[in-house]
Structure formats: C-alpha cells, structure tokens
C-alpha cells in the first residue's frame, strides 16, 4: 500500500463524515426553541398605617369595634385591587384608654414601625397624651372617636371624624332645659371624655338658668355606685345625668339608681347605650335620653356599613363609631391615592384639609382650620323597652335632632 493510496482513502472519508452527520440527523426531530423564562413581577410593597385603639381598658367595646370596622374597610380595599396595585397594611399598637399606654404605642409605632400617619385613638385621655408628640413629630394622628374639646386646640397634625363635646354639651344643655329640668345630679366617671362631656353639658344648661345640685367623679375601677348615687339623690334633683368612659360602668349606674328608687329622667351621652352598657342596665335603662351622633336610617352606605359589620362579626354596637372608624380608612385611602406615599405626612395632612367625604357618618363633611369636622349634627334618642329592643333599632328610637336656643 503506497502513501498516494493511503493518502487518498483520507480524504474520501474525510469527505464522507458531513454527509454520514447529516444522514443520521436527519431522523432526529428538530429541537423546539426554548422560551426564556418569565419573569414573575415584584409586589408592590404595601402602605404601611398605624392603628391606635382601646383594645384592653376601659374602652375596650368601642375601641375594638372601632378596630374591627377599620379591618373590615381595609379588606374591602384591599379586595379591590389596593390603591393603584398596592395594598394597605395596618400596624395595631393597644393605647388601653391611658395617655401613657398611648404615648408607648406611639413610640412602638413611629420608632420601630416608621410609620408617619395613625388612625386613633379611640380615648381622649389617650389622644390627649400621644396628640403633643405627634405635632412635634409631624406625625398625622387622625381619630375617629375621642371627643374632647381640648383636642381642637392639639395642632396642625391632628384630625377627628368625632364630634367635639363642645357641640354635644351645647346640644345636652339645650335637651334638658327644653323637658323641663331645672336642677340636676351628674356622676362622671373620672376620664378626659367623661370630664369633658359633664364640663361643656353643664356650662349650657347653667347658661340657661339651670342648677347643679349635685356632682360625684368615681374612678374606672369601682362597681358600685349606690353610696353616691344616694348622696345625688338626697338632693332631690329634677335629673340625673352620666357621663361614662365604659360601657359596663354607664350600665351599671343606671341599674343601681333605679334600684335605689330613683324615678327621674335619666341622660347620659353615647356609651351608657351602647349594646353592652343596656345588656347590664336590662329594663332599667328603658326611657335613658342621650344625645348622640347616629347613623341615619336613609344613608344607604351606613346601613350597608352596618349589614356587612353583622355578616363578619356576628355583632354591632356603638353604630356611629364603627362608621366613624371605616370612614377613616375610606378617606385615609382617597389621601394615600393622592400622595402615593405612606411617609409624606404633610402631603396627607393637606389632603385632609382639602377633602370634602360622604360615608357611613353623613354626607359632604370636611374638617376646619383646626382639623375639627363639620357637617354633623347629634340627634337625641330614647332607649326603648327590653321587649322592643332589636338588632335593627339598636336598643333606641331617635327622637329627632338636639334643640337649638
């Protein structure tokens, strides 16, 4: 075999392998592109907004409806697609009625949390305390319960859908002098609320002419009333008039005077009528007056309010608050839309002072110069008989809006 000849066995097999190549693949199936993976979008972080309410304390009723109610909106929101994608998140301190308890869940919230806008608090004790550092802080705190009158007075950063007692107390005043009542007992439970509804209810019915004959303060942790009650009544007032920071002690009044005899009209202010306050008081508290915010039976989004609050947690009470409180997280969302920014608190803070809402709690209402809202009114309401009392009608029939003088 000569070196030509092997020279060229080479090259015919190297020209053989590309056909050889080609012939065996082509009974392989052509290979299908594969897709680049897709990639999976990052969840818009959510806003972040801090909660104070009386989840513990005296309060605890109202501050855990107002609570649950705030929840409830959150999820309607949130089930809605968020505000433009993003969701809302609530941060929950318990500011348990105390301007201490509130000054501590303050700090948990704006220290640790970082958050720049509260929804509470549901005391005005508790208010009252976190209030001065939240001004300081330019931290918005945005209440949709605590009524005081010195909370108008808090600063540039404080809001409330609540009503001042300032306008209950011209309201109450003006109830008891249009019945008739000349002189009057008061037992008030020893709270910023309480102290700030017997304060302004009786600086207007002194205006008018009337006289107190009798005033008790008692501490958040007493049961039993009989021995001051009796003390009122040794004066023979024409009425007597409570005003409590908790349910179960409204209540509880009202059952101990009518137990020790007492056969006069009685008024308080929205907790002595609350569910669980008429639970305690039962009969007793059939005829009670109070004056009150409530929501009104022709306001389709209160009562739809009210239907899907039933339908979550198997109860209501305390109507007006629990609307107060979902309204506040509906508004605290339009602003949010509006600044896109859960940490620019003044932008949030304008948007309040521009906003005009209507909700569960009334219609094309705003808040003032001082963050106080207008375009509410209270109206006055009659506990009705135990026998009457239904989920509906929460316990009372409205009587009609308070006297004007």
């Not at 508790?126 to 209030?131: E, H, N, S, Y």
């Not at 349910?247 to 006069?264: H, P, V, Y």
């Not at 609307?323 to 997280?329: E, I, K, N, T």
Request: contains cysteine; glycine residues 10%.
């Amino acid at each position: 075999m000569t070196v030509r000849y092997i020279q060229r066995v080479a090259l015919v097999c190297l020209l053989l392998i590309p056909a050889l190549v080609v012939a065996a693949c082509a009974d392989e199936p052509t290979p299908t592109p594969t897709a680049a993976p897709t990639a999976t979008p990052t969840p818009l972080p959510p806003f972040k907004i801090g909660v104070m309410e009386s989840l513990t304390g005296p309060g605890e009723t109202y501050g855990t409806v107002s609570n649950q109610a705030k929840q409830m909106a959150v999820d309607e929101i949130n089930a809605a697609g968020g505000i433009n994608g993003r969701m809302i998140e609530l941060i929950v301190e318990d500011s348990k009625c105390s301007a201490q308890d509130a000054i501590t869940a303050y700090r948990k919230l704006t220290d640790v949390d970082g958050v720049k806008i509260i929804l509470g608090t549901s005391c005005s004790g508790a208010m009252l305390g976190a209030a001065p550092l939240a001004e300081d802080d330019g931290i918005v705190l945005f209440s949709g319960l605590a009524t005081n009158p010195d909370i108008a007075e808090a600063g540039d950063y404080i809001f409330r859908t609540a009503m001042s007692d300032a306008q209950l107390g011209i309201d109450t005043g003006n109830v008891l002098w249009a019945d008739g009542i000349r002189t009057l007992a008061t037992i008030t439970e020893a709270t910023d609320y309480a102290e700030g509804v017997r304060r302004s209810s009786v600086a207007q019915f002194e205006k008018l002419g009337g006289e107190v004959v009798g005033a008790e303060r008692y501490p958040s942790d007493i049961v039993d009333f009989r021995s001051q009650l009796t003390k009122l009544f040794n004066a023979n007032p024409d009425a007597l008039h409570i005003a409590a920071q908790a349910e179960f002690s409204g209540g509880t009044i009202i059952k101990q005077a009518r137990e020790l005899g007492f056969d006069g009209p009685i008024y308080s202010e929205v907790v002595p009528i609350g569910a669980t306050a008429l639970e305690v008081a039962g009969e007793a508290a059939t005829g009670v007056k109070a004056i009150t915010a409530d929501l009104d039976p022709a306001n389709q989004k209160a009562q739809e309010v009210l239907r899907n609050f039933r339908e979550t947690y198997d109860y209501v009470t305390l109507p007006w608050y629990l609307g107060s409180a979902y309204d506040d997280v509906y508004i605290t969302a339009e602003c949010l839309k509006q600044t896109g920014d859960d940490q620019d608190a003044d932008g949030f803070r304008d948007c309040l002072y521009e906003i005009t809402w209507s909700g569960a709690i009334g219609n094309n209402f705003s808040f003032d110069d001082k963050g106080e809202v207008v375009g509410l009114s209270n109206v006055v309401v009659e506990v009705l008989p135990v026998a009457e009392r239904t989920e509906d009608n929460q316990g009372y029939k409205v009587l009609g809006g308070a006297p004007t003088q």
